[in-house]
């Protein structure tokens, strides 16, 4: 598996959790990265994206405050941290390499998507 997302599990409102990308074959250091969530029964959603350089993030509107994503191109991760957990913020979360130095939150521009981790937030 090229992509790997890790992090995920339980916790409860309020907590945290730290989800990692890793990319096996190191070919994400030019391009921009991205989180996206899908819940049950639900379509995928943009959650954050970082610019290939770390120095451009974007993120939706129902994270904003409380998630912050982040990258360390040495060891080609890129991080999520997640914060202030909420009952909704429950999913699979994916990571997806861009084909751009920059990408936003159209999940057309990603070309290249991991396996998920579960997030579950209990109320």
């Known amino acids: 598996v090229q992509l790997q997302a890790s992090g995920g599990g339980l916790v409860q409102t309020g907590g945290s959790l730290r989800l990692s990308c890793a990319d096996s074959r190191r070919t994400f250091s030019n391009n921009a990265v991205g989180w996206f969530l899908q819940a049950p029964g639900k379509e995928r959603e943009f959650v954050a994206s970082i610019s290939w350089r770390g120095d451009r993030t974007s993120y939706a509107d129902s994270v904003k405050g409380r998630f912050t994503i982040s990258r360390d191109n040495a060891k080609n991760i890129v991080y999520l941290q997640m914060d202030s957990l909420k009952p909704e913020d429950t999913a699979v979360y994916h990571c997806?390499?861009?084909?751009?130095?920059?990408?936003?939150?159209?999940?057309?521009?990603?070309?290249?998507w991991g396996q998920g981790t579960l997030v579950t937030v209990s109320s």
């Open positions: 997806a390499v861009a084909a751009r130095p920059y990408s936003g939150s159209d999940s057309a521009g990603y070309r290249l």
